[in-house]
């Protein structure tokens, strides 16, 4: 058990009664979307939903948790009283697009380290580092009145809504898709044509996403397996 791991899980028990109190006032997740996302990221045997426990309610109950104390303990002290309304969020936008709230946190922590005021060098702005330009593009689908890439609520509605699209567009390929958020299609597409594969931004992601998955099995006593990316 890593040592991340240990801390995290007694971190969780201390703080179990906040915790839990805010993890069930959160949305229930899909867990059965969640199991075909982490199926597509790393593989069947590595995935957790109802089929791994006799109460699919242990599984929402301990992805709730896990993405409420995320986002707690990760906001700047300015912003952790948006806590639950970011959680909130991330599960309701995990729920519309059939994915894990566990992968949105893991890009978000990559992208911004949960800092909604960080701006990118390319002028990549809030918590899921979204351009403008992208912004306005996005919208047109999405629908939001007004476009505050600073505002958390505004950043993840798009980002999620960005990944749902390229995640269609690579056929689920996740090495694929998750490259795209960060270099573009046009660029991902390009490299595929010249025989290559982007890997070192997925591979940071998906080491995020790891850690919650170790954490979530550790939650539900779960005993890790080895796994690489999944081979669609």
Do not use: C
């Amino acid at each position: 058990m890593k040592t991340r791991n240990i801390k995290y899980i007694l971190a969780l028990i201390v703080g179990l009664p906040i915790g839990l109190a805010e993890a069930k006032k959160l949305p229930s997740v899909n867990v059965a979307a969640i199991h075909i996302h982490q199926k597509e990221l790393i593989g069947a045997k590595r995935a957790i939903a109802s089929v791994h426990t006799e109460d699919e309610s242990e599984v929402n109950h301990a992805i709730a948790q896990i993405v409420f104390e995320e986002t707690r303990k990760s906001l700047p002290e300015a912003h952790k009283s948006q806590a639950s309304k970011i959680s909130k969020t991330i599960i309701e936008q995990a729920n519309k697009y059939e994915m894990d709230p566990l992968f949105l946190i893991a890009v978000i922590k990559h992208e911004s380290y949960f800092d909604p005021e960080m701006v990118g060098s390319f002028k990549e702005i809030g918590l899921m580092q979204i351009k403008p330009t992208t912004a306005e593009w996005l919208n047109k689908d999405v629908g939001l009145k007004s476009i505050d890439l600073r505002d958390p609520i505004i950043n993840i509605k798009l980002g999620a809504a960005f990944f749902s699209q390229l995640r269609s567009k690579f056929a689920k390929d996740s090495r694929l898709y998750i490259a795209a958020y960060n270099m573009g299609a046009a660029n991902v597409y390009k490299l595929l044509r010249n025989n290559k594969k982007p890997k070192d931004y997925a591979m940071k992601v998906m080491k995020n996403y790891m850690d919650l998955i170790e954490t979530l099995e550790i939650s539900l006593m779960k005993e890790p397996f080895p796994v690489k990316f999944a081979k669609n």
